[in-house]
C-alpha cells in the first residue's frame, strides 16, 4: 500500500512540474488576446474625436470668414481655404469634403446686413491601421458633419452695386 502511494504522488509531481510556467503563458496570451481589441478600439475613437474636432472647427472657420467677405465668390473662396486649413490641421484629406453654404432669410442674398450664413462641412475620417486591400475603391472611412451659423454685420459697408 506505501508503494501505491508513492507512485500516485510522484504521478502528481510529474504533472505539476509538467505545466510549470503555462500559467504565466496562459495569462499573457489571454491579455494579448483581449489587449489588442481595447487598443484599437481606443485608437479609432481618438481618430473619431479628432475627425469630428476638424468638421466642427473648419464648420465654424468657414462661416466667419464668408460672412466677413466682401463678396460672394471671394466669401466661398475664402470658406474653402478655411475648410481645407482647418481639414489639415487634423491630417484630414480635404479633397474629398463637401461644403454647403445656406442664407436667410435670402438665399440670394447672402451677404446683405443681418443675414444668417449657415455652413455645413461634410468629410470622411479613415480608421486607423485599416489597409486599403479590404476596400478596392478608398480605405474605410466614416462620414462626418458639422454645421456652424453666423451673422452677416449689421455695420458691415455695403457692397458696391
Known amino acids: 500500500m ?4 508513492r507512485s500516485t504522488e510522484s504521478t502528481v509531481r510529474e504533472r505539476a512540474a ?19 481589441p481595447v487598443v ?9 474625436q479628432g475627425g469630428a474636432l476638424a468638421v466642427e472647427g ?26 481645407e486649413v482647418a481639414l489639415a490641421d487634423y491630417s484630414i484629406e480635404a479633397s474629398g469634403s463637401v461644403i454647403r453654404v445656406r442664407c436667410e432669410p435670402d438665399p440670394r442674398a447672402c451677404l446683405e ?8 462641412v461634410r468629410a470622411a475620417v479613415a480608421l486607423p491601421l485599416v489597409p486599403s486591400v479590404l476596400d478596392v475603391s478608398a480605405p474605410l472611412s466614416i462620414p462626418l458633419e458639422a454645421s456652424a451659423t453666423q451673422r452677416v454685420s449689421r455695420f ?4 458696391p452695386p
Do not use: K
Request: hydrophobic content about 55%; aromatic content about 6%; cysteine-free.
Open 18 to 36: 509538467s505545466d510549470d510556467g503555462s500559467a504565466a503563458l496562459e495569462f499573457i496570451t489571454t491579455g494579448m488576446i483581449l489587449l489588442v
Open 156 to 159: 458691415t459697408a455695403d457692397a
Open 113 to 120: 446686413r443681418g443675414a444668417f450664413v449657415t455652413v455645413t
Open 58 to 83: 473648419a464648420a465654424r472657420q468657414a462661416a466667419r470668414v464668408f460672412v466677413e467677405a466682401e463678396d460672394e465668390p471671394s466669401a466661398e473662396a475664402a470658406a474653402r481655404r478655411a475648410v
Open 2 to 5: 506505501g508503494h501505491s502511494n
Open 40 to 48: 484599437y478600439l481606443m485608437l479609432a475613437l481618438g481618430a473619431l
